[in-house]
């Protein structure tokens, strides 16, 4: 599967946002952003007017690389979001909230969704009791997530839990940071996603 293997912060860079790719270093001054906040390459200060299109295409860019799926992925969740009821563009941001590899993330079980997404692929966590290794499966409200007994061990677990034990919970998870597990409460809302996209000009961009 085509992956992308250059340097992530050049990522958040072109965006002109932090998408916490990097984990911890995204809350420092050696964040890339902070350092250097304009568009990576020759021409990454210069200035110019984007064109509507332009601004679709960075929208979509954002939400895609913010939950690190690839086109075709983010084209099959915006597919799923025309067919529910709502706002599409509040469905789709919903959806990829789901996704299990966002949630351990969301959960403070891993510094960035791609670490998450590693460990859930290395089979560290449960779904309701099952174990589950499929980054892209969508948690509804009321499932359990843990992490397995076997995997509480880990050094590279704990490293982690401790690292993370005072990163704040979205409202619609639970975390109960002794027996290491997590319940959906509910669905997200979009007040309660902290991507700073416009989601209607996905939706405008994939409607043409």
Same mark, same amino acid.
């Given at each position: 599967m085509?992956?992308?293997?250059?340097?992530?912060?050049?990522?958040?860079r072109?965006?002109?946002?932090?998408? /916490?790719?990097?984990?911890?270093r995204?809350?420092?001054?050696?964040?890339? +952003?902070?350092?250097?906040?304009?568009?990576?390459?020759?021409?990454?200060q210069?200035?110019?007017?984007?064109?509507?299109?332009?601004l679709?295409?960075? *929208?979509?860019?954002?939400?895609?690389?913010?939950?690190?799926?690839?086109e075709s992925?983010?084209?099959?969740?915006?597919e799923? *979001?025309?067919?529910?009821?709502?706002?599409?563009?509040?469905?789709?941001l919903i959806?990829?909230?789901?996704?299990?590899? $966002?949630?351990?993330? #969301?959960?403070?079980?891993?510094?960035? #969704?791609?670490?998450a997404?590693q460990? +859930?692929?290395?089979?560290? /966590?449960?779904v309701?009791?099952g #174990?589950?290794?499929?980054?892209?499966?969508?948690?509804k409200?009321?499932?359990?997530?843990?992490?397995?007994?076997?995997?509480?061990?880990?050094?590279?677990?704990?490293?982690?839990?401790?690292? $993370? *034990?005072?990163?704040?919970?979205p409202?619609?998870?639970?975390? $109960? #940071?002794?027996?290491?597990?997590?319940?959906?409460?509910?669905?997200?809302?979009?007040?309660?996603?902290?991507?700073s996209?416009?989601?209607?000009?996905i939706?405008?961009?994939?409607?043409?």
């Amino acid at each position: 599967m085509a992956r992308y293997t250059d340097s992530v912060c050049k990522l958040c860079r072109r965006e002109g946002q932090k998408l /916490f790719l990097k984990g911890s270093r995204c809350y420092t001054d050696k964040c890339a +952003v902070t350092r250097r906040a304009y568009a990576p390459g020759q021409h990454g200060q210069g200035r110019k007017k984007t064109s509507e299109y332009g601004l679709q295409l960075r *929208a979509k860019q954002t939400a895609k690389r913010y939950y690190g799926v690839l086109e075709s992925q983010f084209l099959k969740y915006y597919e799923m *979001a025309t067919k529910k009821e709502g706002k599409t563009g509040e469905e789709l941001l919903i959806l990829l909230e789901r996704r299990l590899d $966002n949630v351990v993330y #969301r959960l403070g079980w891993a510094n960035s #969704r791609a670490e998450a997404r590693q460990l +859930v692929v290395h089979g560290h /966590f449960t779904v309701n009791g099952g #174990r589950v290794d499929i980054p892209s499966f969508l948690v509804k409200p009321g499932d359990m997530v843990s992490i397995r007994d076997k995997s509480r061990k880990s050094e590279k677990i704990k490293a982690v839990l401790e690292q $993370n *034990a005072s990163r704040p919970v979205p409202k619609w998870l639970e975390v $109960n #940071r002794e027996t290491l597990e997590g319940k959906i409460l509910a669905l997200p809302t979009r007040d309660e996603i902290d991507l700073s996209v416009d989601e209607t000009l996905i939706v405008e961009l994939y409607s043409k």
